[in-house]
């Protein structure tokens, strides 16, 4: 069981059934154990934000509501923001402040 699917389980999110049935659905695809649990209609991608937003004592963000400027983006060179799954969102005092994306 990895991490993440045990403390889904603890919080009750999801069922030990549909936790062994999205593991095997990652190791066999590859995909992500979150984006399995999505996918097969374990928890809903709010339900795993929000989750993920209390476990790591971060906010969450939806994109949706923001408007990034390329001027802001372009703070943060593309090789680093992959590496380190970030967006850069605002600036303040000429450095990006910004959100980690999880998939």
């Known amino acids: 069981m990895t ?3 045990e403390l889904l389980v ?3 999110l ?3 059934a549909a936790l062994e049935k999205a593991e095997e659905v990652s190791r066999k695809s590859g995909e992500r154990l979150s984006l399995a649990l999505v996918r097969q209609g374990a928890l809903t991608e709010a339900e795993l934000t929000h989750f993920l937003s209390r476990q790591y ?3 969450a963000v939806n994109l949706a509501d923001f408007e990034l400027e ?3 983006i372009a703070l943060v060179p593309k ?4 590496k ?3 967006i850069p969102m605002r600036a303040h005092g000429g450095h990006a ?3 980690i994306i999880r998939q």
């Not at 090789?79 to 992959?82: I, N, V, Y």
């Open 79 to 82: 090789e680093m923001a992959r």
């Open 84 to 86: 380190h799954q970030v």
């Open 97 to 99: 402040a910004g959100q």
């Open 3 to 5: 991490r993440i699917g």
């Open 57 to 59: 004592g971060v906010p």
């Open 10 to 12: 603890r919080e009750r």
């Open 14 to 16: 999801i069922s030990s």
């Open 70 to 72: 390329a001027d802001v």
